[in-house]
């Protein structure tokens, strides 16, 4: 089971740097197929080439018609570009990493979303406006990134995901669904403590297990 005390990704969490090693190991645009369609990837960008997760998020997309959907850790935008496709009115991906801001919104250029936008953030409140559906594919790995790419991996001491729940709730419309990716290999209790604190409910869970290692995605709903 992944150890949950923070030290370095390489010592802690060999698995996962090696998937960051590959990831790194491209020196340039890439293209990668999920569920049938192109997507182009970045250096330095999460690569869905490598992580089965963002597929399974696609796969578990509620109904989006006529609703606007916020992707944080937007990453390459695949899971942005699928919500366009399932019939959201507006999509939305932010990152901190600048690089994945921009393969978002290639992606959007080349597969055609014109109600998509894409743009780097700091923090949480930098996020612009309220939506209807927010998703975050969180890391669940507690270590010390060593660059830009690591975060989308890790998180030390869970403090972006403890930001997260503080901050989101102002983002998310009357009504609307936050979709939660993280792991039970993760701090499950932390995770769903925040959910209580932050006055949230879970209204489904969906769980995966797939190439070595788990995915969990909580739906919830505001009290």
Excluded at 200 to 214: A, C, L, P, V
């Amino acid at each position: 089971m992944d150890q949950k005390i923070a030290g370095s990704l390489s010592e802690t969490f060999p698995s996962v740097a090696d998937k960051l090693a590959k990831m790194r190991s491209h020196p340039g645009e890439y293209a990668v197929e999920v569920q049938g369609v192109k997507i182009a990837v970045l250096p330095d960008v999460w690569s869905p080439a490598y992580d089965w997760t963002s597929s399974f998020f696609v796969e578990k997309l509620p109904d989006l018609h006529g609703r606007s959907f916020l992707d944080i850790g937007c990453g390459t935008g695949v899971i942005a570009c699928f919500a366009a496709r399932a019939g959201a009115n507006r999509v939305t991906g932010v990152d901190i990493n600048p690089e994945a801001a921009r393969n978002c919104a290639l992606n959007f250029a080349r597969l055609g979303v014109q109600n998509g936008d894409a743009y780097t953030i700091e923090k949480f409140e930098d996020i612009i406006g309220g939506h209807d559906v927010i998703a975050w594919n969180a890391p669940h790995h507690d270590a010390s990134p060593e660059g830009m790419l690591d975060r989308s991996a890790v998180d030390e001491g869970f403090a972006a995901i403890r930001a997260f729940f503080g901050a989101i709730g102002a983002h998310l419309n009357q009504g609307g669904l936050l979709l939660f990716g993280f792991s039970k290999a993760g701090d499950l209790a932390l995770i769903e403590s925040l959910i209580r604190d932050n006055h949230f409910k879970i209204r489904t869970e969906h769980s995966d297990f797939r190439q070595g290692y788990d995915c969990l995605i909580y739906e919830l709903e505001k009290k």
